[in-house]
């Protein structure tokens, strides 16, 4: 059974500074991994995915991944209290399914 | 406007009612997925369906129903037996056959059973 771990958080920076979001994923086979944005009360949207080694960069977001150790993050840079959301990591699993972790709360504070 | 639509936004049952969740999409996507989220949890998969008139059960079938008789549409009925109903459900999307997997979900509809 695949997994993919989160730190629950929550996760406090200060408007303005970068933050460091992780996710562990237990099968070395993965190719492709997803970052969804939740609002409290709302619905999970899509906001970055990345498929090979390295960094992707989108706006103030950069998501990293690494293989070899079987992580990827996402890294928000000058951090807005907008930012204010809960972010959840998805894997893909057979038959077009995805796995998500529990997903990290993270707070930005003016 | 593409996209997503689920209803309705709340809904409020009695205890031993069946309730049907609508879920339409006119992405033209062929996969649909229901999951149910809990407060303070992740994402649990109720029933998924990759093509029109087939469908799995996913981690959490038990209580739950649902049909695909057209691609645009993916309805999920909470029966009775389902012993605690009251969640968030979400509806969500998918484009096979790219290799890709990203979803994309409704606004969802919050359940209350009493």
């Known amino acids: 059974q695949k997994e993919v771990e989160q730190n629950s958080g929550p996760l406090s920076v200060p408007e303005g500074a970068i933050a460091s979001l992780n996710c562990t994923y237990s099968?070395?086979?993965?190719?492709?991994f997803f970052w969804y944005r939740q609002y409290s009360g709302k619905s999970p949207e899509l906001i970055m995915f990345i498929y090979s080694n390295g960094d992707k960069e989108d706006g103030r977001f950069t998501a990293q991944l690494n293989k070899a150790s079987q992580y990827v993050s996402l890294l928000i840079r000058d951090s807005q209290p907008s930012d204010s959301a809960t972010y959840l990591c998805?894997?893909?699993?057979?038959?077009?399914?995805?796995?998500f972790g529990q997903g990290t709360e993270l707070s930005v504070k003016p | 406007d593409g996209g997503i639509t689920q209803s309705p936004k709340y809904l409020f049952r009695k205890e031993g009612q069946n309730v049907t969740l609508s879920c339409e999409q006119n992405?033209?996507?062929?996969?649909m997925y229901w999951y149910r989220q809990d407060p303070g949890q992740g994402l649990r998969l109720i029933y998924y369906s990759q093509i029109v008139n087939d469908f799995q059960k996913g981690d959490i079938a038990e209580g739950y129903s649902v049909s695909r008789e057209k691609k645009e549409s993916f309805p999920l009925t909470v029966t009775s037996a389902q012993k605690n109903p009251t969640a968030f459900y979400l509806c969500a999307a998918s484009s096979r056959g790219q290799g890709n997997y990203e979803q994309y979900f409704g606004p969802g509809t919050r359940l209350t059973v009493t």
């Open positions: 998805a894997v893909p699993n057979q038959g077009g399914k995805l796995i």
């Open positions: 992405l033209n996507h062929d996969a």
């Open positions: 099968d070395r086979g993965s190719q492709s």
